[in-house]
């Protein structure tokens, strides 16, 4: 059974940094392309960033790119997400998504499971 765990989100002032990360177990986590999307309160889920399976590739949504990185560990199962220079649009619940063999889509629909999401809240 597949299970994504979310941590590191919380409270911060814009201009600020949080580290999410995203814990997998239950699959094989080298074969798997992982992604970050995000869900702001009255608005639909969209993409952050995606990191191939192989490392080689990333990919960002231009709302983040220059301020978010996507990095992955292949030894602990883990990816996350460094976010810098946060604004207050940036507050939502991100949550991380696993892509079995997959390419660095934004298409939410070809990923095959997600996390429960953590919060991420950035005063003005």
């Known amino acids: 059974q597949v299970q994504l765990v979310e941590s590191g989100g919380g409270l911060v002032q814009a201009g600020g940094s949080l580290r999410l990360s995203c814990a997998a177990s239950?699959?094989?986590?080298?074969?798997?392309?992982m992604g970050w999307f995000r869900q702001a309160p009255g608005k639909e889920r969209e993409f952050v960033a995606a990191?191939?399976?192989?490392?080689?590739?990333?990919y960002y949504a231009d709302s983040v790119k220059g301020r978010f990185t996507i990095s992955r560990d292949n030894a602990k199962n883990t990816v996350y997400l460094q976010m810098n220079s946060l604004k207050p649009e940036d507050t939502a619940v991100y949550y991380c998504?696993?892509?079995?063999?997959?390419?660095?889509?934004?298409?939410?629909?070809?990923?095959?499971?997600w996390g429960q999401g953590t919060q991420v809240t950035v005063s003005s």
């Open positions: 998504a696993a892509n079995f063999w997959g390419t660095t889509t934004d298409d939410a629909n070809e990923y095959d499971d």
């Open positions: 239950g699959l094989t986590f080298s074969r798997f392309t």
């Open positions: 990191m191939r399976w192989s490392g080689g590739s990333t």
